[in-house]
């Protein structure tokens, strides 16, 4: 077996083609776009993205035939509560299932990450954003929604048998959405019934020809929400603008929500339709045909799941039961005008309680499992596993 960095545009078709090769044998797979998967090595598209902070390698047998592939990083911005020592990252795994190749890979993404001086890697994450690309699946093997990974059930002990730990569970989530009036637990009604007729309070939901209202209402939650948990930073009202526009060509204007308490914003939940359904037909190209494509299958296709993307309260009002007015008052809009049957929430840590509880009140059950792994290079240091969140 043969080890080769990724060096030029035929190799990085190479490492396009070797997770085609592995996964397309399992019929839940759906193929992601190419330019999504090269876009996180591209600094033009990945502004986190520093030069020698990366490194991407495929592996061949003795005859040229590809065997496996991956990814290691060190991105300065990537910090866990509780982390001692630099930490670096493996993505973008995937192998036949053979050990020793595998622990070929794992080996060579390892050597590289000790060489720029992190202690641990964790795995299989992402360079940028946690809601791409992020966990190894382990339960769950449906058709996977967009920018989630997928991959071999295999692949959990090739992890855990070179030694990678359970650093954290993903859970994910999902509910019918059911023509019944009251499928949400009692207390989301008895909640609605506390705020509905007071003034103060009012839900709307996004209008596009809104948007930079709603751009600057989106960071005011998402920076008082979010922005002070780890690995968060604040986000501006350029890149809060930017953010809905690049929704906008699969944006569905009744999947976006907030709540008002005398017209400041106080609670943001933010849904797409699950556009894999129209990405599974076009076999990772967005050239002019699969454009076409797309337009085609989003214009006459059934697209029947959304996927929630964010959930954000502030924090004086987290606890209040607002979000619960909220769902209910979104829920009453969404039956009545669309046709969707299945929401699906991206994944919740299981070292957040509290997001875990919101999400089973809310009565969805759980529908997927992932896996962050970490691996200390050190075997002496005692393994750790995320804190739990307050």
């Known amino acids: 077996m043969k080890i080769q960095k990724v060096l030029n545009p035929g190799d990085e078709k190479d490492f396009i083609r070797t997770h085609v090769q592995i996964n397309r044998p399992f019929?839940?797979?759906?193929?992601?776009?190419?330019?999504?998967?090269?876009?996180v090595f591209d600094p033009k598209k990945n502004k986190q993205l520093k030069p020698g902070t990366f490194a991407r390698w495929i592996m061949r047998d003795e005859k040229g035939q590809l065997l496996g592939?991956?990814?290691a990083f060190v991105n300065p911005k990537y910090k866990n509560k509780g982390d001692k020592f630099p930490v670096g990252g493996i993505g973008f795994f995937d192998c036949i299932d053979d050990q020793n190749a595998a622990n070929l890979l794992f080996d060579t993404a390892k050597d590289w990450l000790m060489d720029k001086g992190v202690q641990a890697m964790d795995g299989p994450i992402n360079y940028g954003d946690r809601d791409k690309w992020w966990g190894l699946l382990i339960?769950?093997?449906?058709?996977?929604?967009?920018?989630?990974?997928?991959?071999?059930?295999?692949?959990?002990?090739l992890f855990e048998n070179?030694?990678?730990?359970?650093?954290?569970?993903?859970?994910?989530w999902s509910m019918r959405v059911a023509e019944d009036a009251h499928q949400l637990s009692p207390k989301f009604y008895e909640s609605h019934k506390k705020f509905a007729g007071n003034p103060d309070f009012k839900v709307v939901h996004f209008k596009k020809k809104e948007l930079q209202k709603f751009a600057g209402d989106l960071a005011t939650v998402y920076n008082k929400a979010w922005a002070k948990h780890e690995g968060n930073k604040e986000i501006t009202m350029n890149h809060a603008v930017k953010l809905i526009k690049s929704m906008l060509p699969v944006l569905d204007e009744k999947l976006i929500w907030f709540v008002y308490h005398k017209e400041e914003p106080v609670v943001?939940?933010?849904?797409l339709p699950d556009i894999n359904q129209i990405i599974k037909h076009l076999d990772g190209n967005l050239n002019w045909w699969?454009?076409?494509?797309f337009l085609f299958w989003k214009t006459f296709g059934k697209n029947e799941s959304f996927?929630?993307?964010?959930?954000?309260?502030?924090?004086?009002?987290?606890?209040?039961?607002?979000?619960?007015?909220?769902?209910?008052?979104?829920?009453?809009?969404?039956?009545?005008?669309?046709?969707?049957?299945?929401?699906?929430?991206?994944?919740?840590?299981?070292?957040?309680?509290?997001m875990l509880n919101i999400s089973k009140n809310l009565g969805a059950k759980q529908s997927r499992k992932m896996i962050t792994y970490r691996y200390n290079f050190d075997r002496n240091i005692p393994f750790e596993r995320h804190p739990i969140l307050n």
């Open 307 to 354: 996927v929630g993307l964010v959930f954000g309260i502030v924090p004086e009002f987290q606890g209040s039961g607002l979000d619960y007015y909220m769902i209910v008052e979104a829920e009453k809009e969404i039956k009545a005008t669309r046709s969707y049957k299945k929401l699906e929430l991206y994944w919740q840590g299981d070292f957040n309680p509290k």
């Open 162 to 172: 070179y030694g990678f730990q359970v650093f954290y569970n993903q859970i994910c």
């Open 290 to 293: 699969g454009k076409l494509k």
């Open 27 to 39: 019929p839940n797979w759906i193929r992601p776009l190419d330019k999504d998967v090269l876009e």
């Open 139 to 157: 339960e769950g093997f449906d058709p996977p929604i967009y920018n989630m990974n997928f991959n071999p059930p295999y692949y959990q002990q």
């Open 268 to 271: 943001m939940w933010i849904n």
């Open 69 to 71: 592939r991956i990814a």
